[in-house]
């Protein structure tokens, strides 16, 4: 599936044998969440004009979040010790719609300079959520930019019909809007680099 100006790719598949290379958590007490069968994946990629280096140091840094973020979403609170680290946390305090709070805490799962990011969710609304996003290099700069989800939402068949229809639908409109947002600040980015 193409967005507005056709830079997005969208596609979206059942799996249950997603995880990323070298999957490790940062703590033996605290296990990794494995997707199970009732996983879903959504993975939506888009061209970047900047390169692998400029889009991993934009997302593994959590203070851009905001640069990326639907309207109608407010970050209220971040709290982070800083740029991505395995094993660092981020907490997110935001209000959707202007009214519905939400509250996730995030682990950096894999950073893998300047072709992977994988974050998951340890507390928060989903039962399992990894975001993994990878950054390919192109000619002249630029970059394939590739994010997949693995997430699953609440148990039995109301949790997974949840899970495949307002999360899948809510997951294609926030990633067309990201990218949409990504190539916006890779454009003042360049912009603004000496050449």
């Known amino acids: 599936m193409r967005n507005l100006n056709g830079a997005t790719k969208v596609s979206a598949t059942h799996s249950q044998a997603f995880l990323p290379p070298n999957y490790m958590t940062a703590d033996p007490a605290d296990p990794p969440k494995i997707p199970t069968p009732s996983a879903s994946v959504f993975a939506a990629s888009t061209v970047v004009d900047a390169t692998p280096e400029a889009l991993f140091a934009f997302h593994a840094d959590p203070r851009n979040l905001t640069e990326v973020m639907p309207p109608t ?29 939400m509250h996730w805490v995030c682990r950096w799962k894999q950073v893998s300079p300047p072709h992977l990011l994988v974050d998951e969710i340890v507390e928060g609304p989903f039962r399992l959520f990894i975001h993994e996003h990878r950054f390919e290099a192109l000619a002249d700069g630029q970059t394939r930019m590739h ?4 997430y699953a939402f609440g148990t039995g068949w109301w949790g997974r019909l949840i899970s495949e229809v307002g999360v899948r639908i809510y997951l294609r409109l926030l990633f067309a809007f990201r990218h949409y947002r990504t190539r916006r600040w890779a ?7 000496p050449s």
């Open 73 to 101: 979403l407010k970050l209220v609170k971040l709290v982070t010790d800083g740029p991505a680290l395995e094993g660092r946390l981020i907490e997110l305090h935001c209000r959707d719609w202007g009214v519905i709070p």
């Open 147 to 150: 994010d997949r989800v693995t």
């Open 187 to 193: 454009r003042r980015y360049s912009a603004s680099s």
